[in-house]
């Protein structure tokens, strides 16, 4: 089917409901790797005992969290109780990560009502036992249009530190060519310019990445029903640049299963978790598919879509509230 698309899953309970007969998993579940490479855990991600037993003594050399940072009102109060579940989470990357490692979250900022909740994370993270390395902005290539404001094409990448991790420099050099000779330096008496001083042909990526495509139904990674969805290419820079090979990756919050794929594709071990059954059954689907096909997503199909076909009351469901049918072969 190769024009199946689904609606965003997480807004719709009903559709959630729907599809949950389809799904492997169920509160609690942890699902393990039969070759022994990764784990999936339908558990919150806040609860310690849960993480404990999907980490069963390991350590990860690097956490990767996307959290659901716009599922709140960002009121005062809300504000407050994202932060204290987010300490929690953060307290259990601390305890499943090693001594020296790498933390890297997604955090949004909401421009209408004083960049919450960045300014209260940000003052959470000084008593987390993680050290501040870099404030990193993606440039979406589509952005959301306003008349009375800037264009927000923006995701701001937070990255810490435990301890003192390796970083691997050659791994973060960009695809982009370096055509502009930049800024001048006396060398030995001799005025050169950084292009001539460089090793590289490329331009090594900085805090702010300009080359990584958002995703969308025209890429071949793109996990319709999936909110948000990063990049590959941007969760492969972080892997690279942040562990090696054979290391174990975490990530508590699953939602399609971008790094699992990474971790895949990059020889990494993946232990991710997500509180929904849904996504969980999405983020295996996807390592199936990836490992069946050598395909990273279902492009404008879903990873649903052979059961919705066969599904009367599902097919009726989004035929009716989305006016979704499928498009065959």
Known sequence: ML???LPRIDTDKKLQKLLLPYCRFKIGDIWIDPIGKHKIACIDSSDLKSISQLMDGKKAALAVHDPPYNFVAFEERETQKFILWS????ENSYRSLKENSSLYVWLGADQKNNFKPLAEFFLMMQQS???SRSLITMRNQRGYGTQKNWMAIRQELLYYV???????????????????????????????DNFERSKSKNIRAGNV????QQVFYRLQENVNGCYAQKPLKAMERIINASSKKNEIVIDFFSHSGTSLIA?????????TSDIDPVF????????????????TGWQNSNPFAEEIAADKKLKNYLKEKYDIKPKLD
């Not at 300490?87 to 953060?90: E, F, L, P, V």
């Open 280 to 295: 969980c059954e999405i983020s295996l689907r996807r390592l199936e598919n990836y490992r069946l096909n050598k395909k």
């Open 162 to 192: 435990k301890g003192k991790p390796n970083f691997n420099i050659e791994a973060e050099y960009t695809e982009i060519p370096k055509v502009l000779r930049g800024y001048y330096k006396i060398v030995g008496g001799i005025s050169t």
């Open 129 to 131: 036992g993680f050290a």
């Open 3 to 5: 024009n199946f698309p």
């Open 263 to 271: 971790s895949e594709i990059l020889a990494r071990r993946c232990f």
């Open 87 to 90: 300490q929690r989470w953060i």
């Open 209 to 212: 990445w300009i080359d990584v």
